[in-house]
C-alpha cells in the first residue's frame, strides 16, 4: 500500500561519536551511519561472541540452571510450552536441542490459537499434565500465566518461566522466571527476543554442568544455535540493540558458512534463495512469514518440527508445508485488505488518531498483518478485531495492535482498562504490537476508550510521517560493493538500514510487473553514469526532476549482480 497523508524528510542528525567512530578505524560513511543510530564506542559495532553481556547479569539464569541440571540428573520429564509464532517456535527449537544435548529428556507442546488461545493456561497444563511431566518450560510466554502457573503448582508440576515480555502487576508464582523486563534484572538488554531468553539459559546451563562434572562435560557447542536465534530475533522484529546485533550476525554468519540446521536450510530452499548471501531481509521477509503461516491457519508444531529435525528430508517435507501454508495465508490477507480499505473508504480515518476495525469473518490469524499494513498506510496505530474461536469464549473478539513511535500501545491498552475496568477480558504485548481479548458488545466502548488515551499521549507531529535519511551520501562513490557491504550488514527494527537522499533527473523509466517502475536517475552534479534505480508500487510515471530517499542495493538477474537504487520516496522538483 502506498502511504496516506504528509510525509517530511528528516535526515539524522550528525553525532560527536562519528568522530571518535573514525579514530577508531570505520569509514568516514559507516562512522556516520552507526553513530547516527546511537552506536557511541568501536566496541558497540563489535560482532564477536565475547561481546555478548554475561549470563549471570539475568536475574535467574542461575536458578534455571540449576533447576534444568537437577532435571537432567533425575531424568525427570520436560515438557517445553511455546508460543505460535517464529520466536516461540525458534526458542521451543534452541530449547529442544540444547537440553537433549545436554542429556535431558524434553518434549513440545504447542497451544492452537484457535482453541486454547496464547500462553500458559491452566487447559494447556492439563494437556500437558497427561505426559507426566515434573518440569513445564514456558518459552516467549509465560509472565501473564498467573492463572496457568498456578494450575501446575496444584498438580505437582514446577514450571519455569522463559519470557521477554513485558510483566504485569501479579507476576506468576512459577519456581523461576527468567525475564530480562521483569523487576530487578539488571541484564542491559531489555529488548532480547524470547529465543534470546532460551539461548542465555542454556548458555547458564552448560556452566552449571561444568561446575558439577568437570570442564569436559557439556560439550555442545551452543553457537551452533545461533542459526535460529537470529531467526527468531529478527521474525520478530525486537529491537536490534548491540546485544542483538552479536546474536543475529552471528547466526547470519553461520547461515553463509553454510553451518546451519537442516530446518533453515530447508527454508531457504523453499523461499528460492541461497543462503550463502543470507541478510536479515531473508529472515523478516522470506524465512519469518513462511514459518509464522503455521501459526497463523493451522499448527505451529510443523514448524518446529522443521528446525528441530536432523533429517534433510523431514525438514524438506515440513518446509514445504509451510510454504504452502504460506501461499494460502496471503490470500486471505489479500481479501481482507480489500475489505478493510473499502470500509476506510466509507470512513476514512483522517479525523481519527486510531484506526480500530472489525468483521466476523476475518481470520483470526491475519488481523496482526493487516493491523500492520492500516498503520503503516495511514501512520496511525491499528487494532484489527475478529472472532474469538477459543473454546468457550463464544461472544468474545480477539485483536492485534500495531502502533507508531510515541504511542506505547500495551501502556495505552493498561491505560484503557485501568479507566474501564472490565472492559478487556485479557491484553498483553510491547510498546510496538499488542494483543487484546474483549466482548464484541463492547467494542464501540474500546474505540472510543483507545481514541482518547491516543488523543491524550499523541500530538499532531507524531501523527506525520516522518522518512529518515542519512542524507547526501557525499564523496562515497556509489559503486556494487558499498551495496554488498551494505546489504550484509544487520539491519532491522530500531537499527534500520542506510539510506539517503537526494536530487536526480529521470532519465529513462519503463513500467515493469505492471506496477512498478525501472528507472535510469541521473545525480544533479552528473559525476556518475546514469544509474539503475527501481521504485516499487507506483501509480504514476514520475516527473522530470525528483528529489528522492534511497537505498542501494543490488539487483540480481540471471546470474549477474548489479547496483541499483530502491526509492523508498521520492517529492517532484519544480
Same mark, same amino acid.
Given at each position: ?8 524528510? @528528516? ?12 579514530? +577508531?578505524?570505520?569509514?568516514? #560513511? ?20 565475547? +561481546? ?86 514456558? !518459552? ?52 532480547? +527476543? ?8 542454556? #548458555? ?8 558439577? $562434572? ?14 535460529? !536465534?537470529?531467526?527468531?530475533? !529478527? ?5 536490534? *540493540? ?13 547461515? @553463509? ?88 473508504? @466509507? ?60 504511542? $506505547? ?10 479507566? *474501564? ?8 504485548? $510491547? ?88 528507472? @535510469? ?6 559525476? *556518475? ?23 542501494? *542495493? ?14 523508498? $520516496? ?5
Amino acid at each position: 500500500m502506498s502511504g496516506q497523508g504528509p510525509v517530511s524528510i @528528516r535526515r539524522r542528525p550528525a553525532t560527536a561519536a562519528a568522530d571518535v567512530l573514525i579514530a +577508531a578505524g570505520l569509514t568516514p #560513511l559507516l562512522a556516520r551511519i552507526y553513530g547516527a543510530r546511537g552506536v557511541a564506542t568501536i566496541d558497540e559495532t563489535r560482532s564477536s561472541l565475547d +561481546a555478548l553481556p554475561l549470563p549471570d547479569l539475568m536475574l535467574n539464569a542461575g536458578r534455571a540452571a540449576v533447576r534444568l541440571a537437577d532435571a537432567i540428573a533425575r531424568n525427570e520429564r520436560i515438557v517445553i510450552v511455546a508460543d505460535y509464532d517464529a520466536d516461540g517456535a525458534t526458542a521451543c527449537a534452541v530449547g529442544l536441542r540444547g537440553l537433549r544435548a545436554f542429556g535431558a529428556t524434553v518434549d513440545f507442546l504447542v497451544p492452537n490459537r484457535f482453541e486454547y488461545g496464547y500462553g500458559l493456561t491452566p487447559e494447556i497444563v492439563a494437556l500437558a499434565a497427561r505426559g507426566d511431566p515434573q518440569l513445564l518450560i514456558t !518459552v516467549d510466554n509465560g509472565i501473564a500465566s498467573v492463572e496457568g502457573v498456578a494450575a501446575a503448582n496444584r498438580l505437582g508440576i514446577d514450571v519455569l518461566v522463559t519470557d521477554h515480555h513485558l510483566p504485569g502487576a501479579q507476576l506468576p508464582d512459577a519456581c523461576c522466571i527468567v525475564n530480562p523486563n521483569q523487576p530487578g534484572c539488571a541484564f542491559p538488554s531489555k529488548h532480547i +527476543a524470547g529465543v534470546g531468553v532460551m539461548f542465555y539459559v542454556l #548458555l547458564a546451563l552448560r556452566r552449571e554442568l561444568r561446575r558439577r $562434572h568437570g570442564e569436559n562435560a557439556a560439550a555442545f557447542k551452543l553457537a551452533s544455535l545461533l542459526d535460529l !536465534v537470529a531467526l527468531g530475533t !529478527v521474525a520478530d522484529v525486537v529491537r536490534l *540493540d548491540a546485544t542483538n546485533r552479536v546474536l543475529v550476525g552471528q547466526g547470519l554468519a553461520r547461515m @553463509r558458512g553454510g553451518a546451519m540446521c537442516a530446518g533453515v536450510n530447508a527454508l531457504f530452499g523453499v523461499a528460492g534463495r541461497d543462503p550463502s548471501r543470507a541478510t536479515t531481509y531473508e529472515l523478516g521477509f522470506l524465512l519469518g512469514p513462511r514459518l509464522n503461516a503455521a501459526g497463523r491457519l493451522a499448527d505451529m508444531s510443523i514448524g518446529i518440527r522443521c528446525l528441530a529435525s536432523d533429517d534433510p528430508v523431514e525438514a524438506l517435507q515440513c518446509a514445504q508445508q509451510l510454504d504452502q501454508l504460506n501461499r494460502e495465508r496471503r490470500e486471505i490477507e489479500s481479501g481482507m485488505t480489500e475489505e478493510a480499505l473499502a470500509l476506510l473508504d @466509507r470512513t476514512p480515518p483522517d479525523d481519527a488518531w486510531t484506526i480500530t476495525l472489525f468483521q466476523p469473518d476475518w481470520h483470526p490469524g491475519i488481523v496482526g498483518i493487516l493491523a500492520s499494513r492500516l498503520k503503516e498506510r495511514w501512520h496511525r496505530p491499528a487494532i484489527v478485531f475478529a472472532r474469538n474461536t477459543e473454546t468457550g469464549r463464544q461472544g468474545e473478539i480477539r485483536g492485534s495492535g500495531r502502533s507508531i513511535d510515541g504511542f $506505547h500501545l500495551r501502556d495505552a491498552l493498561d491505560l484503557v482498562s485501568k479507566r *474501564d475496568p472490565g472492559l478487556l477480558s485479557r491484553f498483553g504485548g $510491547h510498546a510496538m504490537a499488542a494483543g487484546l481479548t474483549l466482548r464484541e458488545a463492547d467494542l464501540p466502548r474500546f474505540v472510543a476508550a483507545i481514541e482518547a488515551v491516543a488523543r491524550d499521549a499523541l500530538d499532531e507531529e507524531r501523527l506525520h510521517r516522518i522518512v529518515e535519511t542519512d542524507g547526501v551520501l557525499g564523496d562515497t562513490p556509489m559503486s556494487l560493493d558499498l551495496a554488498e557491504s551494505i546489504r550484509t550488514g544487520v539491519w532491522g527494527q530500531g537499527f534500520p538500514a542506510p539510506s539517503f537522499d537526494e536530487t536526480f533527473a529521470v532519465a529513462g523509466q519503463r513500467w515493469v510487473g505492471g506496477k512498478h517502475l525501472r528507472l @535510469r536517475l541521473s545525480r544533479a552534479d552528473a559525476r *556518475d553514469a546514469p544509474l539503475e534505480a527501481i521504485a516499487f508500487n507506483q501509480e504514476a510515471e514520475l516527473p522530470a526532476n525528483i528529489h528522492a530517499v534511497y537505498r542501494l *542495493d543490488v539487483n540480481e538477474y540471471q546470474g549477474m549482480r548489479a547496483l541499483q537504487l530502491v526509492i523508498d $520516496h521520492w517529492e517532484p522538483i519544480q
